[in-house]
Structures are given as structure tokens and as C-alpha cells.
């Protein structure tokens, strides 16, 4: 089956009008290279702000994981305030923290400016699987409330869980109000219609194989794809986990993780809202979690798992079927429509790697499958970066982060025993 037909969002989203691959030699002040959220979100800043954009991508835009993604936005990083604080002390913590909160207005901005029809539902839960967890989500909105004057957050008891969502599985909750779900695809799409309609110059099918990155402030970078090139002056590399090793310095920093979600078949309005009575979206706390939510068409989508090995597309569906019915043994009966993976871009340390490659060369990547939100804030940052303020990028960009354990060749076998660590502790 195709990557189109698996792919509930790919199947089911009006075609977007395609855009030509490159050809030829195109001058523009920025070239971009990737078409997800990160890449697009630049690319639209960029342009508003008067400079000329060639944006390049190897396949089309949303094919990475902007167009698989659960479609979670979040509040905060994948790493978690606490362990950011260790990572670049309180005051830089603060200011990503803000940052972050910002990305949300953003998106929300973005949608309500750009008429971007993508199935906005506010309200997000993060759900404990055993009583460990309780402890740690009541500290989570104590802190959120007291530290960050966050109070769109409030615990959930076991008992009202229990109205919300139709499993046994929970213990208590974490509800944001602030926090919701979308179709990341239909979003995506929607910034590429917005970007292009502003002036940016979209190049599909246009796989970059060589970089020539310029190494002083006046110089030139070359992005070669198959029949083109773009010179420009300022260069973003916004590919994520689908780059590859086309940049080593960056490949060395991050492991591609394959995680997969399923959708269910069409179940009826009754049946899909009483799964979660909310319609909010839903994650556990787990660190192999499983994250669901509710489509507008009445279906449940259901994410989870992940693979160190490589991604396995063949049997995720059976394998997405049975973490479905674990948590809602009433769906047993439930055909499974659509299964699909893709790979989040995870750093040691969780949190989004950001920088240079040379004074006008920038890179986004590192979001570690919570990048729905930051994606889109983080264009931002490189867009003022670029008009001369880079002040908040520079506080990501100095973010430390260590080469992924095992180098090259042992980054794998090294990344499965983390895992291995991380389903046992999972499990106590
Ligand atoms: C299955 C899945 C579920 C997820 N669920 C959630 C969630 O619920 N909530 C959340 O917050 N986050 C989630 N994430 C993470 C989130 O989707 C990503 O962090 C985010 O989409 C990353 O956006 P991006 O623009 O950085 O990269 P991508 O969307 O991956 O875009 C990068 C693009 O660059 C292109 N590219 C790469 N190399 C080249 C090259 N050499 N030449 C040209 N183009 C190139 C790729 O084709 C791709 O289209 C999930 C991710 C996956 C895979």
C-alpha cells in the first residue's frame, strides 16, 4: 500500500496543488530546505519581513513529520522545565518557557490569520498509568501554577477521569485548557498556501543532496538538488529527522526514532465521543507512551510505540490495534482504517537543537516528538534572527548538547538498550 493510502491524514486531505521541482539556477536571500512546520513557519516570517525565499523539499510539503504527527501542540519541551533548568540554568529555562508559550498564541495567530482549516479542538490531558504518576502530575501543576503562573492547567481526579475517558487504564490527570489537538497535516498545508500566496518560491520533489555551505558572513551558500541549484545568502536547514547525513555535524546529534499511529475505522458520533466525553486529546506519561484523540469524522486515532530498528509498516497495524484495546477493550470489534509511521528527531537530552552552521547558515532541528508547537515559533526565531535580533534564537543556540552516545556506527545498539532501560522503568 502506498504512503499516501496508510496515512489517514494523506488519504483524507483535500490534494494540495502541487509545486514544481526546481530547475535551473534560482537566487533568493534565504534558501530553505525542508517543507514541515519548522521550514514553512521561517519561510512565511521571512517573506512578511521583505526577504526573497526558495524553499526546497525532497518529496512534497508535510511529508515528514508534520504530516504523520498525533497532532498534540502541547504546552513546553519534550526534555520538561526541570530538566532544562539543569541543562541551561534558570534564566534560559524561563526565557524557552516563555518562548514556548508564545509558540501556542502563534499557532493559534497563524490559524486565525492564514484561514487555516485544520480541526483546531482545545483541551489536552496527560494521564497517569499507575499511582507514581499522581505524585508527579500534582507536583507538575503545582509547579506550572506557582513557578510559571501557568493556570490554564488543573489535576483531574481518578473519579472525574473516569467520566472523561472511557478506560480503566488512568489514574488521574493533567487537563490544559490551553493545549488541544489538530490536523498537522491540514496545518502544514495550510502555512505552504499562506507562504506562497506571500511570495515564497516552493520547490517539491526537489531532493537536496549537496550543500555548500559559505563559511564567512559574506559568502554564498549553494543547495544542490537533482536539475538546480539556489545561491543565497542566508541559509536554513529545517529537514528533521528525514535529513539524513546530508549535514554530519547535525546527524551526529540526533537519533531518528520510528513511532507509528493507527486510526480506527469510522466509529459514529456517539460511539467515538463517548471515548473521551472532552474530545481533548490525550497522552500518558509513560516514556513509551500512547497518545489518542478524537477526529472530526468520528474516529479514534491512536499513537504510540516506538522503533529503534528502523520503521516496520507491515504489522504496526496489528501491533497499534492491540495498545487500542488494552486501553479500550470495547473497541475489540474495530477495524483498523489506516497505520502509518514516521520518525521523530530526538536529541540526547530532549531538548530542540538549534544554531548555526556558519554566520548565516541556521539549522532547526531536535524537536523530539513534541515539536507541533515549537516548530512553529521556532521559524520565528530564525526569521529575526536573520532580520539582525538574535537574541532568542541564541538562547536555544546555546543550549549544550552532546553527540548521540556510540557514534555512527554503534548510535543504534546503544539506542536500543536506552530503550530497553526505559520499558523497564515503564514498567516499576
Ligand atoms: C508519528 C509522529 C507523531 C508525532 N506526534 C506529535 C504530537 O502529537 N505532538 C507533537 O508536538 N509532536 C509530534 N510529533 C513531532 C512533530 O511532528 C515534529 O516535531 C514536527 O513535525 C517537526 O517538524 P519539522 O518541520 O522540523 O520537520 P518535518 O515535518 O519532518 O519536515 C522536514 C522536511 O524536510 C524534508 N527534507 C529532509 N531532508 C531534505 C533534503 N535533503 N532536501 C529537501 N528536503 C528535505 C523532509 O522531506 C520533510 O518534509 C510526531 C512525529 C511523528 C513522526
Known amino acids: 500500500m502506498s504512503d499516501a493510502a496508510r496515512n489517514y491524514y494523506f488519504a483524507t486531505a483535500l490534494p494540495p496543488p502541487p509545486h514544481a521541482p526546481l530547475a535551473g ?58 530538566k532544562l533548568k539543569k541543562v541551561v540554568g534558570d534564566a534560559d529555562a524561563r526565557k524557552m ?24 479542538v482545545a483541551g489536552h490531558m496527560h494521564v497517569g498509568v499507575k499511582p507514581r504518576h499522581d505524585a508527579e502530575l500534582a507536583a507538575e501543576v503545582e509547579t506550572l501554577h506557582e513557578e510559571y503562573g501557568y493556570s490554564t492547567v488543573r489535576t483531574v481526579s481518578h473519579e472525574e477521569l473516569r467520566t472523561l475517558i472511557a478506560s480503566d ?33 516552493i520547490f517539491e520533489n526537489s531532493w537536496v543532496t549537496k550543500l555548500d555551505v559559505a563559511r564567512d558572513a559574506d559568502g554564498e551558500h549553494v543547495a544542490h538538488a537533482a536539475n538546480g541549484t539556489v545561491r543565497a545568502r542566508h541559509l536554513l536547514v ?19 526514532v520510528g513511532t507509528y499511529i493507527a486510526s480506527t475505522e469510522v466509529l459514529g458520533e456517539r460511539r467515538a465521543a463517548s471515548l473521551i466525553t472532552n474530545d481533548a486529546a490525550v497522552a500518558d506519561i509513560n516514556w513509551v507512551l500512547d497518545y489518542f484523540r478524537r477526529t472530526p469524522d468520528h474516529r479514534l486515532l491512536f499513537g504510540g510505540r516506538v ?12 501491533i497499534m490495534r492491540g495498545r487500542i484495546v488494552r486501553v479500550f477493550p470495547q473497541l475489540a470489534d474495530v477495524k483498523i482504517d489506516y497505520a502509518w509511521g514516521g520518525f521523530v528527531d530526538i536529541t540526547p537530552n530532549r531538548a530542540p537543537h538549534f544554531g548555526r552552521l556558519a554566520p548565516n547558515a541556521y539549522f532547526l532541528q531536535g524537536f523530539s516528538g513534541h515539536g507541533m508547537v515549537i516548530t512553529g515559533i521556532a521559524g520565528k526565531l530564525v526569521a529575526e534572527a536573520i532580520s539582525g535580533t538574535a537574541e532568542r534564537f541564541d538562547v536555544f543556540a546555546r543550549i549544550p ?28
Open 97 to 120: 518557557w516563555d518562548v514556548a508559550l508564545e509558540g501556542m498564541q502563534l499557532q493559534q495567530q497563524l490559524i486565525a490569520r492564514h484561514g487555516i482549516d485544520c480541526d483546531y
Open 307 to 318: 522503533s529503534y530498528s528502523g520503521l516496520d509498516p507491515f504489522d504496526s497495524s496489528r
Open 238 to 256: 529545517a529537514g528533521g529527522a528525514l535529513l539524513g547525513r546530508l549535514v554530519p555535524e547535525l546527524a551526529r546529534k540526533l537519533m531518528a
Open 169 to 201: 487504564r488512568y489514574t488521574t490527570g493533567l487537563y490544559d485548557s490551553a493545549s488541544g489537538h489538530l490536523n498537522p497535516y491540514k496545518y502544514t498545508l495550510g502555512l505552504g498556501a499562506a507562504a506562497a500566496r506571500a511570495g515564497v518560491r
Open 25 to 82: 539556477e534560482v537566487r533568493a536571500d534565504v534558501c530553505i530546505v525542508g517543507g514541515g512546520i519548522a521550514g514553512l513557519s521561517a519561510a512565511l516570517h521571512l517573506v512578511e519581513r521583505g526577504f526573497t525565499v526558495a524553499l526546497l523539499e525532497a518529496k512534497h510539503l508535510g511529508f515528514g513529520g508534520s504530516g504523520r504527527s498525533g497532532g498534540q501542540t502541547i504546552f513546553g519541551y519534550a526534555s520538561g522545565q526541570e
Open 401 to 428: 548538547h552532546r553527540d548521540f552516545p556510540g557514534g555512527a556506527l554503534f548510535r543504534r545498539p546503544a539506542l536500543v538498550l536506552a530503550m530497553l532501560w526505559f520499558r523497564l522503568k515503564d514498567l516499576l
